[in-house]
């Protein structure tokens, strides 16, 4: 079934919009797309899991058991938004608690069985996705086009720009 999407190509844009501008455009265009099936994937979450809570089970997912501060710090909020969110996850068995075996007093958070799970359901439906993004492509153009996207993703991660660098860093670990 197609959808009815506003047309990326030459006619979205001025004819004589420079290829920069176009690119823009272009990515614009998709990073709606691609942050729109990213919550369209939070569908696969089963009861109530936020947004929020869901972005804690990726960053533990990535960094692995780790103190609570060491995951506020990942997802760029305070120690005490984590704790409340981790707080709850707990209660649903989404995660697990601990303390520092030389800190008593340091909590530190990792994801359970069932929080592994989720995570996997979720990233695996958003990869299913993407790859149909990328199978939607023509045959004879996909790898110009997977060229261009490891050009761009390594141009960005190096780049030597700070700004960019703070806007792109929350990214890094969970979205």
Do not use: C
């Amino acid at each position: 079934m197609k959808h009815p999407l506003p047309d990326p190509g030459p006619t979205a844009v001025p004819p004589n919009t420079s290829m920069h501008d176009r690119g823009v455009h272009a990515l614009e265009m998709l990073a709606r797309d691609v942050v729109g099936m990213t919550l369209h994937s939070l569908n696969e979450l089963e009861g109530p899991l936020t947004g929020p809570q869901f972005r804690l089970l990726l960053t533990l997912d990535t960094l692995g058991t780790v103190q609570s501060s060491r995951a506020a710090a990942a997802m760029g909020v305070a120690p005490s938004s984590v704790s409340r969110l981790a707080e709850r996850l707990a209660a649903s068995g989404h995660i697990e608690r601990g303390s520092d075996t030389h800190h008593r007093s340091v909590v530190t958070l990792e994801l359970s069985a069932l929080g592994k799970a989720v995570v996997e359901r979720v990233t695996g439906w958003r990869k299913q996705q993407l790859a149909r993004m990328v199978g939607a492509v023509p045959a004879d153009r996909q790898a110009g086009v997977v060229d261009a996207l490891e050009l761009l993703y390594t141009s960005v991660a190096n780049a030597d720009d700070d700004a960019l660098a703070d806007a792109m860093a929350w990214n890094r670990v969970a979205l």
